[in-house]
Each structure stands twice: as structure tokens, then as C-alpha cells.
């Protein structure tokens, strides 16, 4: 009896006098910046009394993207102030709500509205206003990472060129995760994609994966070259880029003339490098994005209330599914991490931590 009630402390305590007073949780956390599987850790919390516009939440689910990595390695823009919980995404269920909280109420389920809110933990308290209130009726694997891929995908497509039914895209890194929401989003509005991967053993599997998916063509970085001597294969009005080297310059030179290519990442590690022809002669334009950026300047526009509810109507009608995916647990955190960090682009699977278990 001892030990089942010992077990149950150490897992979620709490003294009640009408609310919860004291949960013990654990977390991820790193106290300096480096390779995550030296830095990252699992520490034990316990969470004080909620204060007056406090809200506990329980997190259910929370992606593994490679900006979180980046950001325990101390390379990406944003830099928390350390020590640190990882996690940019997640989504939780509130548990408990502060006194003077009116906008959110215990079972909600809540998604981060700020840049680093730290969601690699079993329950967090945080201030209402850095949440935002998300539809409990669409699966955790779509919610919880929409912030990053889907409205990234969303944005590149409306943002960069004036594109009508029929237009085409072309993208490399179409396997990745925003990859999938470009081919998803593309399809729901109309537009044509031509998708860009690295070969691979199973390349024809995973062809057939993103054509059911909707992807119109898909071809490998070696087919690339061939593509803009193809008659058949029509030419793109808007490229997006994820690699950045030779496969970028290979992408851009598939562009019709005033077309224009959007950089979101650079896998390979090697710059962007451009024939000074492309500018000369097809006035290429080149754009940068950054979906943090986006946010922090659109947080309350009109804009991003529509991107969002388009996001998740689409999400709740199966037209924009989450990638293929893994769960791991707090236990075995670093298997994401290790897999997560490859340049290789070839791991077949996008990782969540799993708190339910």
C-alpha cells in the first residue's frame, strides 16, 4: 500500500482545498547550449499554486522540429534565456485556471501563441495570454504542430506570387514535413506541384506516398536537371526551397520568367547561389521566410484568424493530415532528437513526445 501510494505522489501530487495546490512534474531542460544529446535532460518540477491569470496544463502531445534542435544548439535566432525548456509546439489540456481567467476554462485544449513557450513537460503553468484555445475535435498529431509547418506551407503559397487554379509549384524537400502541407494545401486550392526528394532505396514508395497525398510529379534531385529541358512538364511560377546549394539553384532554374523563389531552410548546410542569368534575363526574385517573424507581426491580424480557421477546417475534414510520425516518450527522448538533427533528410518519420504514457 505504501508503494502504490509513494508512486502515485511522485507522479502527480496535489493537496487540495478546492483547487490543486502542487503538482509534481517532470521536463526536459538544458542549462547551456550544445549538441542536445549532451545538453538535454529529464528534471523533476513542482508547480506552486496557481496564481490569479495562471492556468496549469497537462501537455498531450508536442512536435520535434529541427528549429528546436537548432535552438538547443544556440544557432537559431530565437535564444531563451537559460536554463531552458525545449519545445516550441505542443498541445495541451488547461487543468486549472487562475481566478481572473474568463478566456479559458479546465478541459480546453491550448496551443503555445508565443515564440518559446517550452512544451517538453508532463504540465506547465503559464499565463493565459500565451495560449491560444484550439478545437478538441481534431486529432493531437494535426493540432499540435500547426503553428510551424502548416502555416508556413499556407503562407509560402499566398504570400510570394499571385498563383490562380492551375498554376504550378515546384519544391524540394518534399518529403519533409512542410513539404507534405505545401502538396496537401496545393491541392485543396487548385494549384500543381512538382516535388523534389532525395534518392533513396524506397524512392518508389515514397512517390507513391506523396502522390496520394496529391503531389502531381515527383522526381529525384538527379531527375531535377532534366526537368527544365522537358517539354511536358510544365514550368513553375513559384519555387520553394528547403536545401539551399546546387539542388536551389537547380530548382530556380525550372522558373518561368518573373517567377519567384522563397527560401524557408537550409538542410544542406551550403549557400544559396544564383546565375547572375537569372536575373538578367528572367528577373527571378528571391524571397526569405520565416514563420516566427510572420506571427510576431500578424499575432492579431485578421490574416492569420482566417489562415488559422482555414487550417483547422481542413484538418478537421482529412483534406491536410500530419506526416507520417513516431511517439516517444519522456524516457526515450533522445531517440527524436538524434533522428530530428540528421542533414540527411531521409528518416522517414516526423517525431512527437507523447505525455499521455
Known amino acids: 500500500m505504501k508503494q502504490v501510494k509513494g508512486l502515485f505522489m511522485n507522479v502527480f501530487k496535489t493537496y487540495q482545498a478546492g483547487s490543486l495546490r502542487f503538482i509534481s512534474s517532470k521536463k526536459l531542460v538544458f542549462h547551456e547550449f550544445g549538441e542536445p544529446a549532451k545538453v538535454v535532460n529529464v528534471v523533476e518540477e513542482e ?12 501537455m498531450l502531445v508536442a512536435p520535434v522540429n529541427p528549429a528546436d534542435i537548432n535552438t538547443i544548439q544556440g544557432v537559431y535566432p530565437i535564444k531563451p534565456t537559460l536554463p ?3 519545445g516550441f509546439e505542443g498541445v495541451g489540456e488547461v487543468v486549472e485556471v487562475g481566478s481572473d ?7 480546453d485544449h491550448v496551443i503555445p501563441d508565443t515564440q518559446h513557450l517550452g512544451t517538453w513537460r508532463n504540465y506547465g ?20 504542430g500547426i503553428t510551424s509547418n502548416p502555416c508556413t506551407a499556407y503562407r509560402m503559397l ?10 504550378v509549384v515546384i519544391q524540394n524537400g518534399a518529403n519533409s514535413a512542410c513539404g507534405q502541407n505545401v502538396i496537401q494545401i496545393a491541392r485543396h486550392w487548385g494549384l500543381k506541384t512538382i516535388n523534389i526528394v532525395r534518392n533513396r532505396d524506397d524512392i518508389d514508395k515514397l512517390k507513391s506516398y506523396l502522390k496520394s497525398l496529391g503531389a502531381d510529379y515527383v522526381f529525384t534531385e538527379e531527375e531535377l536537371r532534366n526537368i527544365s529541358r522537358d517539354a511536358s512538364i510544365p514550368k513553375p511560377k513559384l519555387a520553394l526551397n528547403c536545401v539551399g546549394g546546387n539542388s536551389a539553384t537547380n530548382l530556380l532554374r525550372t522558373l518561368v520568367s ?8 537550409g ?22 521566410h520565416w514563420m516566427t517573424r510572420w506571427q510576431k507581426e500578424n499575432k492579431e491580424s485578421a490574416e492569420r484568424k482566417s489562415m488559422m480557421n482555414e487550417l483547422t477546417e481542413m484538418m478537421r475534414t482529412g483534406k491536410l493530415a500530419a506526416p507520417a510520425h513516431k511517439f516517444v516518450t519522456l524516457k526515450n527522448f533522445q531517440e527524436a532528437l538524434m533522428n530530428t538533427m540528421s542533414i540527411q533528410g531521409k528518416s522517414g518519420v516526423k517525431y512527437y513526445i507523447d505525455f499521455r504514457q
Open 267 to 288: 538542410m544542406s548546410r551550403e549557400p544559396v547561389q544564383i546565375p547572375t542569368s537569372a536575373f538578367i534575363f528572367k528577373d527571378i526574385t528571391l524571397r526569405g
Open 84 to 86: 531552458a525548456v525545449p
Open 101 to 107: 481567467v474568463s478566456s479559458l476554462a479546465v478541459g
Open 258 to 265: 518573373k517567377g519567384v523563389m522563397v527560401t524557408y531552410g
Open 47 to 58: 508547480l506552486l499554486k496557481v496564481m490569479s491569470t495562471e492556468v496549469v496544463v497537462k
Open 158 to 167: 499566398k504570400d510570394y506570387n499571385s498563383l490562380s487554379p492551375g498554376d
Open 125 to 144: 503553468k503559464f499565463n493565459h495570454d500565451v495560449l491560444m484555445k484550439v478545437p478538441k475535435d481534431i486529432a493531437l498529431t494535426e493540432i499540435s
